[in-house]
């Protein structure tokens, strides 16, 4: 068990490495190929004065040498800019000077929350109506859940989310406020946009419809592995040994079910990552999502580097997660 | 003895110990296929006494697993479902008391043994979890006696380092040891039936004979009546009392192994016995039963066997036999079954 994960660290903290370094090396390609950011600075038409320009590249460690001959893989900045960010310093951003490590600490909670919510919804709703599917195999239940998952899934993200915001949030918010108090949790929680006096309630519908992205997937994986389960002889054997219905689900067939579940989760969790751009995007979340694309649009290469940074952070700890939950699950993983 | 006396006045009040241990009687079981009923199980009839060991005999699909299932009451419903027939453990009907009655009789009374103990096993359990999950269940042991039951058992059944090996997981096993576990698990509550079903058909050879011994003292020390179910005769040749050869979900014929082996009073038997290779008939061609066993959605008129039978005759695909008394305790279910019997046929 221990040496299966210190080997699944090191594979996660080279994994992070290789992802790091292919990133910086993407952008540096950008800065080389496309021209310095740093003359946004000024404004993007106007030549500026070269002394200025020197400042501002320095300013924002841009001055190497190497950024100007492409295809160079300038590893001196490379191991610069992970000082910095060992030393908790992320730079500042080129549009307003604002510090990168203080738009983090609201950004990041804001992305925690929304995937909170949207995480629960995801694993509850897969779990119950997927069990449903599996009670029910092969009858209109069975066929009814299949299709509902998959006309959500197969409606864009984007799609729902300016439906829910332009159709559903102003008459509802209306209706919920005739009855309840405006500052109440019900006076606020159908918000079409977020409020950040409420940064929990006003995140959680979009955390509901942003958890919907993959549901069909999961409902059908974890009917697939239920079925797979109860009908295997070693539920036959559970069920000769006079065990409760109950205890054999319990004990015997959903912590089978749950290794392909878990690897499902994992595998959608880095899938969200990309709908909570476009939903922090219609609902107006400052969040992660939001300030990459931002960061993209505007050339900011520091905090696309950053928020890259972190998302790649969250998808390697989190399929470091998933193995470490196999392995606690499935003793031929541990004993391999 | 007393132990088990208790036991059945406990769980299955009315029990008559006079009675034989296990009586089935007229079985029928029906799986629905596409919104047909297919009968997989269509009156199957023997008897089980105390300390006594029957062989089920049969090819694929003869009905004999469904007939242990029914007989546990674990049949997948649905798409089975026992549709008639009555199992009399000690002369009470099972099929007719409720869920919770059957549930106790499962483990308590009867026990079963499956083919594949690499996925009768769950693989995520260490199999002490799963021997002492019975303990726990029946008898509300704390997880520390289960474990201690579970390392006596693992030891009786001749898992060598039991008290370590208690601890292992399924796949940690090899194949022999692995139905060693199953059989453990099998007798953990005692149970007065024991089924076997096809326990031997995944092992090697070797292993195979050691697993049949196994059962064969089990059964000696604790008088079980054991069921053994198999689609090799050459298995139930020295632990078998009785035999009931089963074809297209009926008995077809029933007797002493002895009387079974001497002179068969069934053509399906005979041809079954012909198909065993033999030392002394080294050399000559190996004789088959032509044709395949029938689909049981659609079987043939008459007596099922008849299409591929060598002394069928026209009413044998017209009329369905019934069970002939071919000599004393000697039955076939077949119309010529005293002329096969006497080889005239």
């Not at chain 1, 549901?215 to 002889?233: H, K, M, P, Y």
């Not at chain 1, 696309?304 to 196999?326: C, E, H, N, P, Q």
């Not at chain 2, 198999?230 to 009926?250: Q, R, S």
């Amino acid at each position: 068990m221990g040496r299966y994960v210190i080997r699944r660290l090191l594979q996660a903290l080279l994994t992070l490495g290789i992802v790091l370094f292919l990133l910086h090396y993407l952008m540096a390609l950008s800065v080389q190929v496309r021209g310095n950011p740093a003359l946004l600075f000024f404004g993007g038409e106007r030549t500026p004065d070269p002394a200025m320009l020197a400042q501002v590249e320095r300013l924002y460690n841009l001055d190497n040498p190497c950024y100007e001959r492409t295809g160079d893989p300038c590893v001196r900045p490379f191991i610069e800019r992970l000082q910095n960010y060992a030393a908790g310093d992320f730079g500042t951003t080129l549009n307003g000077n604002r510090d990168v490590g203080e738009l983090l600490g609201v950004y990041i909670p804001n992305t925690l929350r929304l995937f909170v919510f949207s995480t629960i919804t995801l694993v509850v709703l897969a779990m119950v109506l997927g069990t449903w599917a599996a009670r029910h195999h092969g009858r209109v239940i069975d066929h009814s859940v299949r299709g509902t998952t998959i006309l959500i899934d197969s409606v864009p993200v984007f799609l729902i989310l300016l439906a829910y915001v332009y159709i559903v949030a102003v008459p509802l918010t209306r209706w919920a406020r005739g009855i309840w108090d405006t500052e109440s949790f019900m006076g606020q929680v159908f918000r079409p946009n977020y409020n950040p006096d409420y940064p929990w309630t006003t995140i959680i519908v979009p955390g509901i419809i942003l958890g919907s992205v993959g549901l069909a997937t999961l409902t059908r994986l974890v009917r697939a592995s239920q079925l797979e389960n109860l009908g295997s002889d070693f539920v036959k054997t559970a069920k000769a040994k006079g065990l409760k219905q109950m205890r054999i689900t319990v004990v015997h067939v959903v912590r089978n079910s749950m290794i392909p579940i878990v690897t499902g989760v994992g595998y959608l969790f880095a899938f969200m990552l990309s709908g909570a751009v476009l939903t922090e995007g219609v609902m107006g979340i400052p969040g992660m999502g939001r300030m990459i694309f931002g960061a993209v649009q505007r050339q900011e290469t520091n905090l696309v580097i950053v928020g890259l940074t972190i998302s790649a952070i969250v998808v390697v700890v989190v399929s470091l997660l998933v193995d470490l939950i196999y392995a606690a699950l499935d003793p031929r993983i541990r004993y391999e | 003895m007393s132990e088990t006396l208790r036991v059945i006045g406990d769980t299955l009040p009315g029990a008559d110990l006079n009675a034989p241990l296990l009586e089935v009687e007229n079985l029928q079981v029906e799986f629905k296929v596409r919104g047909k009923s297919v009968p997989a199980v269509r009156g199957a009839t023997f008897t089980l006494e105390q300390g006594r060991t029957l062989a089920v005999v049969g090819e694929s699909g003869s009905g004999k697993s469904v007939t242990s299932q029914a007989i546990m009451g674990i049949v997948d419903d649905p798409p089975g479902r026992v549709t008639g027939g009555e199992v009399r453990l000690h002369g009470i009907d099972l099929l007719k008391q409720d869920e919770e009655t059957r549930r106790t009789v499962r483990g308590n009374h009867i026990a079963v043994i499956f083919q594949d103990a690499l996925s009768a096993l769950n693989p995520l359990w260490s199999v002490g979890f799963q021997i002492g999950e019975l303990f726990r269940v029946h008898r509300g042991s704390t997880r520390a006696e289960a474990k201690k039951r579970a390392i006596e058992l693992l030891d009786q059944v001749g898992i060598p380092d039991a008290k370590n090996r208690v601890g292992h997981y399924p796949h940690q096993f090899s194949g022999g040891m692995r139905q060693r576990v199953m059989i453990a698990m099998a007798l953990a509550l005692d149970p007065e039936v024991l089924i076997a079903d096809e326990p031997t058909t995944a092992l090697d050879v070797t292993v195979q004979a050691q697993i049949m011994r196994l059962l064969k003292q089990i059964q000696d020390e604790r008088h079980m009546g054991l069921i053994l179910i198999t689609h090799d005769l050459g298995v139930v040749a020295d632990v078998a009392d009785e035999v009931a050869v089963m074809y297209a979900g009926e008995v077809v014929e029933r007797a002493t192994i002895r009387d079974t082996f001497k002179q068969p009073a069934h053509p399906y038997t005979k041809a079954l016995l012909r198909a065993i290779p033999r030392v002394d008939t080294v050399g000559q061609e190996l004789e088959v039963i032509r044709g395949l066993p029938p689909n049981p959605a659609s079987l043939p008129g008459g007596c099922p066997f008849h299409p591929r039978c060598w002394a069928a005759e026209d009413k044998c695909s017209t009329e369905v036999p019934p069970m002939i008394e071919a000599a004393p305790e000697h039955r076939s279910r077949c119309h010529f079954a005293t002329e096969v019997y006497t080889n005239e046929r």
